[in-house]
């Protein structure tokens, strides 16, 4: 139960990944995230914040960010 409540929160961690108007917003937003996710489920802060930073920065040009 505790692992699927964790799951969870780094979901909803994820989702806030794409907040900020501009780039470097969402690519700081998404590095903080992304490390908290990835320190909770692999237990690696520094690989999800690189992937966080990552989608940050690129989701407007991707079309996937919610405030385009």
């Given at each position: 139960?505790?692992?699927v409540s964790w799951i969870a929160a780094a979901c909803a961690l994820t989702a806030l990944?794409?907040?900020?108007?501009?780039d470097g917003e969402r690519a700081l937003t998404?590095?903080?995230m992304?490390?908290?996710?990835g320190q909770v489920i692999?237990?690696?802060a520094a690989?999800?914040?690189l992937l966080g930073g990552a989608a940050?920065?690129?989701c407007r040009s991707l079309g996937t960010?919610?405030?385009n």
């Open positions: 139960m505790a692992r990944s794409a907040c900020g108007q501009s998404g590095a903080v992304g490390a908290a996710a692999a237990g690696d690989t999800g914040a940050g920065a690129t960010c919610p405030n």
